[in-house]
């Protein structure tokens, strides 16, 4: 069964930085590509970062500069480096995966609150 485990979202001040994780299990990880999604209270969800099964990356153009995406498909992980971080940026962040929009799986969700 497809599961997709975030850790690494916390409290951090502005200007500070964290690195999510996203573990994937029951999924031909190779194949997938994988992203970073977040959803602030009262907003939609929305595309932070993604990487395909073969390296290319594509950010929003809020976090462009400081975000960085990446995969390490030996061990099915997918990581978000988040540096200079906003208030703004707070927000549930998701682990996604899918084949075109033939299989698409979802992580539970990290919370990121940057707050001094």
């Known amino acids: 069964q497809a599961q997709l485990v975030e850790s690494g979202g916390g409290l951090v001040q502005p200007g500070g930085s964290l690195r999510l994780s996203c573990a994937a299990h029951?999924?031909?990880?190779?194949?997938?590509?994988m992203g970073w999604y977040r959803q602030a209270p009262g907003k939609q969800r929305e595309l932070v970062a993604g990487i395909s099964s073969g390296g290319s990356t594509n950010y929003a153009d809020s976090v462009k500069g400081r975000f960085t995406i990446s995969r390490d498909n030996a061990k099915k992980m997918v990581y978000l480096q988040m540096n200079s971080l906003r208030p703004e940026d707070t927000a549930v962040y998701y682990c996604?995966?899918?084949?075109?929009?033939?299989?698409?799986?979802w992580g539970q969700g990290t919370q990121v609150t940057v707050s001094s």
């Open positions: 996604h995966a899918a084949i075109a929009t033939i299989l698409s799986h």
């Open positions: 029951g999924i031909l990880f190779n194949s997938y590509t």
